[in-house]
């Protein structure tokens, strides 16, 4: 007989209500009287903090799922299950800025001074969920917040596992369907975009309500446009779409993605579909967290440094955009192609995609 | 040249604003200076009723998918995806209870007898999506609200036409799986329920902690879980849960909802998994704003009755529970056992179930 | 020099990190390999109960507000501050449902079993919150859920101190205005209900569009309103309507927050009708939020017994529309009449609830 | 007998149901079969833009009540109302965005073509708003999005009136309080402020974990903030503020709306001090509403041109922060200081500003 059997689980015990209720001890009571607005300062980041204990529960089972390759659909199924898990958290996170905007500028100030030089930015476990989001690979992580160094260290380590940004460029960058037998599916691709280009021409030469200048602009436009596609392909001219900021993930990798947004009605490409499209949402949501989050430092503080020194809303406010991790999936869309000019996959290759759930017969003939 | 190449488009027209944004016309105006409030009032009705169209669009084309056997993969991700677009705006149909409480009841006084008799049970297109969902084969619908005849008519109409309820009845009740080859996967269900309870029993009899009444409370439960598992599995006894409005669909129908949820990590159960699971997010979120529409009721209007006559409050809070289409598959779980109990499927049927997306390499020996 | 200038506050310091984020212990890890999803149960009941803490928190000093009269204009304004930080925190626990929705009820199964006999019915602090909100005086509060002794003794303290029900209660009884020098404002509203209902009468009598037996309907409902407002004024006949569960307060504070409704327009009125709203809204949104709950627990555990030994969702529903603690301020509406028909406030009673706030020279004539 | 008695109100007509929901039609039925989720495209922009006309009917009627001087309390109850109703519907305007993006990016490239050049920038209520809420007064506002000239000349008619940013400024501006009989606030409220410097310049001196150079640090930003409290007060500083784009207003409303924030414990600033609030709630949701359209447009365009021929992602995402309209009162936040240095106020004009609502005896001797 275990030991459960013979004690009874307790609630309270189970959640170890005695540490967790007794874990707010605001400063202001060691200098005066309490003011009453500082324990919602203090639950409120700490509710933030086992949130983000939890979202990092569900990114270290992502990327443990993706270091066993093969990814099978079982595993991508789990990671995409988890995947919305983190945003309906992270939901949670921004609804929880309009209770602590309820501590008015002024009520801040009856405790502000105590919690100096403390801050936000010392939250390790927020800077591990930057970092395992592959914030590092993206921007050098400089070490302020003045972080303690056993922290400084645990972070160290952590910038050197693989991130979810490079999870998921290896995995993108082995998807097959780049080449099928003797396929190409790139050049396909390429011959449905000069069709499209050279019919948005046709379309701009003939429009009678086009003045010479807007005509030309148009097809200036157009030029650029088939200049970006020529680049998509090219390797060399991938290269600077990298390095005008466009794409970070490798060039077998954006067109990976491209494939998948353009085949996302194909079954098998369903969840990977969903996925890429998760990732698109953390970014989202972590974005208007973030922006959020500079407002109200603004609304807060106005001009004033931060508890930890920082220089507060225009440091927060100005990072809001640099932080995006997955900007690449944003700005494929720019390639994406009418589904009417898309290329017809050959049929062999549509039947390993599809896999017909369409009643009992057809089980037994697989 | 088409048309559209010789005349542009113009935002205002193609969102045809100028009948939209005339078509509010407070009564209160017609009887003397305009109450303020009206306006909301007419506007917050009106957004609800655009987004009932909306809702009606992507009901009518997930019944029409339905509609259409065999479903096939492409086809049930259409559905998956559609519903999702449904749950999204429902979340916002509930938030627009927030602007509407923002009349405050004395404000509504100010215009609420120029409506009698109008009211909100008179949305036909409200009625149209209950119908389409299936309330009409789950509780007969009474014409209350007067309506007008044709509206009358057209509801009765809508009645005859199959529901999502039918139709997902008639999805469940066709699915294989339930006998494959020489395999009775409820056999084996059979088996691990009777382990599972055999299991509970001993822990009950030997649990120190237990005085003989609590014991027996336990064992009488016991019994009580078991004599359920038996009728679902027994046609007979199935509809005993019937009667006892446990369940709406046929047993067939029940068995292939459970299977789904029993196996969802099955790839090729994903789909269905996620599709029962919006139905059942459709069914709480309705629910949601039946409930926290009968609070606004009685909010305004304290136990008055109703502009259309109605009761007010009472009729709307006690058919809040009454008016769940697909409550069946809440009560499913009740059926549910440990992944440790669950029966391992035969490998042939794994297969059937499975799809490796492991590489390039797999494509090709399929 | 104080301790804190010489030791520098440290984030995690401040919100007790290490106690918090080691305060999950996953029951599952204890009988073989953890199951994932138990985490999100445990840090999602924490994170509600750190919630709980702070919403006992606001609510204690509202309290405290109440309890030392008299209750002036700053008093009353930060009660209404702080009953706004409690509906904006019962917004996030309501959002937190959607993410432990995102456990599965097969994913449940997993662990449910190790938590037998713990349940969410032990929360001590959402009950203290029930009985500081007054759900003590309006039900016979039986101690179920397997408390410890200690908890139940103090639950039974809690108990025996005035909630926020019985502290509006004596509140809106002590307010001034149901009689002013010579002026008896019932009487006024007495005179004003029989014109409004004498009006209906004549449009009931002379609407062409109505047939007899409609007329006849609408007549003995007419009646009936008459009745309800003859008995909320009359002492023996409010006894009647607290017999009919429409009031629980007593007949000076219903009718002092009827004349709260009535005038609000006031100035001096503002905060208290402010405050009126919110003890509604909190009322509804946890309303909304058991009424979700109750969902959740059947969509989880279909109709089996939860955790506790509870009888799970059946429970649940049946509670949710008793445990409204300010009904009774949703029934007022019953009795507002239209600004219309309002009789207007004697001068002087009027300038003692009006504050000019127009200019400079209108301070010096104070 | 008027017309109403003869004739009932049906719900239908009311709403105009027959215009309303025959407004809907998708550009891509013109040139083949219907885009799916044209509708949905229509249908939400439809709902914004009645929404928009329910915030300019709101936002009309806040800038009639300040247009009619003196405002009152009972007139600053009505514009609270009314911009905390703005604020719900704002929320559901962001909420509509989750609904706009269930459209795929390859899903609106099967309608996208057909509504060139038509775009969100046609959008003239919205303008409208834009330009009511202040923001011609900030940045002028080109003629952008290819406007009809009718609707330029409404625009150009609308950026002739009184925005509510003026408004609020010239309200401020008139505000008592800053000279009471002999007493000067802000002199009292200059000597608090060197008193709190003083006090921190000791602080920082005294410190000693802080090595030299981070005490240097410290005292530069000392400097800086003493030199921001100088110009605040100081009119030729204040000046320099507005150059560095600090504040918009003039100085006394700021110096008003600093008294507010200040002083807002005192109940005849309760509503002066929400209203404030409120503007910034507004502000936030805008902005937060733009920044989420900014990466919707980058989600379902990449870099695109959007149809209206904008640049787009860039456009959107640049523009937004600049468009905040009451920015000053963010960084009003840089001058508060803590309640404990906050000069008493003297006891007349506390008095005055006081308002004892503590019995009826009190009324009587007003």
């Given at each position: 007989m275990n030991?459960?059997?013979?004690?009874?689980?307790?609630?309270?015990?189970?959640?170890?209500?005695?540490?967790?209720?007794?874990?707010?001890?605001?400063?202001?009571?060691?200098?005066?009287?309490?003011?009453?607005?500082?324990?919602?300062?203090?639950?409120?980041?700490?509710?933030?903090?086992?949130?983000?204990?939890?979202?990092?529960?569900?990114?270290?089972?992502?990327?443990?799922?993706?270091?066993?390759p093969p990814l099978d659909e079982h595993g991508m199924g789990i990671i995409v299950a988890r995947l919305e898990r983190i945003i309906a958290i992270q939901k949670v996170l921004n609804l929880q800025i309009d209770v602590l905007e309820t501590i008015t500028p002024l009520d801040f100030l009856d405790f502000r001074d105590y919690l100096i030089p403390a801050s936000g930015f010392q939250s390790v476990q927020f800077r591990e969920i930057e970092l395992r989001l592959g914030l590092g690979v993206l921007i050098p992580q400089p070490v302020t917040g003045r972080l303690r160094s056993e922290d400084?260290?645990?972070?160290?380590?952590?910038?050197?596992?693989?991130?979810?940004?490079?999870?998921?460029?290896?995995?993108?960058?082995?998807?097959?369907?780049?080449?099928?037998?003797?396929?190409?599916?790139?050049?396909?691709?390429?011959?449905?975009?000069?069709?499209?280009?050279?019919?948005?021409?046709?379309?701009?030469?003939?429009?009678?309500?086009?003045?010479?200048?807007?005509?030309?602009?148009?097809?200036?436009?157009?030029?650029?446009t088939r200049r970006k596609f020529d680049y998509l392909l090219d390797p060399a001219g991938f290269e600077q779409l990298k390095a005008q900021g466009m794409f970070h993930l490798r060039q077998t990798s954006v067109l990976s993605a491209l494939f998948i947004q353009l085949y996302r009605d194909e079954p098998i490409l369903h969840l990977p579909f969903r996925m890429l499209s998760h990732l698109m949402d953390i970014d989202e949501l972590f974005t208007a967290w973030r922006s959020r989050h500079a407002l109200m430092a603004q609304r807060m503080l106005g001009s004033k440094i931060g508890t930890g020194g920082s220089s507060g809303h225009d440091y927060l406010r100005e990072t809001v955009d640099k932080k995006r991790?997955?900007?690449?999936?944003?700005?494929?869309?720019?390639?994406?192609?009418?589904?009417?000019?898309?290329?017809?996959?050959?049929?062999?290759?549509?039947?390993?995609?599809?896999?017909?759930?369409?009643?009992?017969?057809?089980?037994?003939?697989?």
């Open positions: 030991e459960r059997s013979v004690k009874e689980l307790y609630y309270a015990d189970y959640l170890q209500l005695d540490r967790l209720l007794n874990a707010q001890a605001p400063e202001s009571r060691r200098h005066g009287p309490e003011a009453h607005d500082e324990m919602l300062f203090i639950i409120t980041h700490q509710a933030y903090e086992i949130w983000f204990k939890q979202i990092l529960h569900e990114l270290k089972s992502v990327l443990g799922a993706f270091a066993v400084v260290a645990y972070l160290a380590d952590v910038t050197g596992e693989p991130s979810l940004f490079e999870q998921v460029d290896a995995w993108l960058a082995r998807m097959p369907f780049l080449k099928f037998e003797d396929y190409d599916f790139w050049e396909s691709y390429r011959r449905a975009v000069a069709a499209m280009l050279a019919k948005d021409r046709r379309s701009i030469l003939e429009n009678p309500l086009f003045s010479d200048a807007e005509r030309n602009a148009q097809l200036i436009e157009l030029d650029n991790i997955f900007r690449d999936l944003f700005n494929l869309s720019t390639f994406l192609i009418p589904r009417s000019s898309l290329p017809a996959l050959p049929r062999r290759l549509k039947q390993s995609l599809n896999f017909h759930f369409t009643g009992e017969q057809k089980l037994d003939d697989h």
